[in-house]
């Protein structure tokens, strides 16, 4: 089912889902299962599954010279969303990236979505290699999102990269990320919102934003999405604070802020125990406030650890 279906279908009432990470490459499904298992008693409509482009190692050859070698740390994100929908018949959203793949390989990736009876997809750009430090396409592949909504649609639309026929089409329901604090490459909100605009032209049916924890970032992006006609689902995506070094880490790397009364009270902490016990309290108390507001959903970033969350989500639903 449409992720749009599952919010008008329920009328109303706020849903609960979340993302999880495919396992470092070796690991087994079964690390998968132990990660959505413990979360299953809140009926998630969806789940995510993140997928990651490749990335570079240096590897010392016998000549003592450094060879460049293509890697990709965690695999497998169609396998997993086969898995998911199989074995607990809930839906699996899987992100689609630019970064890491031709159009062709996207093509392919669609195909095989459709065939497993997925409905929905999340497109993204993608991040930037570590190596790279800013985002570089990959040769044949899409350099923008909305260059990938585009071509996802036209599979909805049954036109293919190399068919001169039309020949089955798709269904797909198209997500797209937001930023309620403004992409750290965009100039300024307004921008952003422009860019944000485009995807929705393009085909996109509802949004996932980033982590925030200052709800009127949320609530203000909202009604500045109103305000500039975007008027599909924004879907708030949450993750707890659990260790002390997110204090500084998560701002860094996510380019966010953290409410003064949430560092002050990390600041007295003493160690991650306490950190993630301060964090829990802080997002039960963000998630009744995003509840009252009327969010479709509430989306959790698990990373593939589902205590925390568990904890909260028994605390709101």
């Not at 293509?70 to 998911?84: D, E, L, M, N, V």
């Not at 699996?92 to 669609?110: D, Q, S, Y």
């Not at 009270?265 to 997002?283: D, V």
Request: proline share 6%; hydrophobic share 40%.
């Amino acid at each position: 089912m449409k992720i749009t279906d599952h919010i008008k279908n329920a009328k109303g009432k706020t849903l609960f889902s979340f993302e999880l990470l495919p396992p470092v490459k070796g690991q087994s499904i079964q690390w998968v299962y132990d990660a959505i298992e413990p979360l299953l008693e809140f009926n998630p409509p969806f789940i995510d599954v993140t997928s990651l482009r490749e990335d570079y190692i240096y590897k010392e050859q016998e000549n003592g010279l450094l060879q460049k070698v293509s890697y990709r740390k965690r695999p497998g994100t169609i396998a997993i969303c086969a898995a998911i929908i199989h074995k607990y018949k809930v839906d699996a959203v899987p992100h689609l990236i630019c970064g890491g793949f031709t159009k062709e390989e996207t093509e392919n990736a669609l195909i095989d979505l459709q065939f497993l009876g997925i409905d929905n997809v999340l497109a993204l750009r993608g991040d930037a290699r570590k190596a790279d430090g800013n985002f570089v396409p990959t040769p044949g592949g899409h350099s923008y999102a909305t260059d990938l909504i585009e071509h996802i649609k036209n599979h909805n639309e049954g036109k293919f990269l190399h068919e001169d026929v039309e020949t089955f089409k798709s269904d797909f329901c198209i997500g797209v990320a937001g930023y309620p604090e403004k992409h750290f490459e965009a100039p300024n909100m307004s921008t952003d919102f422009k860019y944000l605009k485009k995807k929705v032209e393009a085909g996109a049916e509802f949004i996932v934003t980033q982590m925030f924890f200052d709800n009127q970032k949320y609530f203000d992006f909202v009604k500045k999405c109103r305000e500039n006609d975007i008027n599909i689902p924004i879907i708030p995506g949450l993750k707890p604070i659990s260790t002390l070094s997110q204090l500084n880490v998560l701002p860094k790397v996510f380019h966010i802020d953290l409410p003064d009364e949430l560092t002050d009270a990390l600041a007295h902490a003493k160690n991650n125990n306490e950190a993630k016990e301060i964090g829990t309290e802080a997002m039960i108390k963000q998630c009744k406030e995003l509840i009252d507001f009327g969010a479709p959903v509430l989306h959790f970033y698990t990373m593939g650890r589902p205590e925390q969350t568990k904890k909260i989500a028994k605390a709101i639903f």
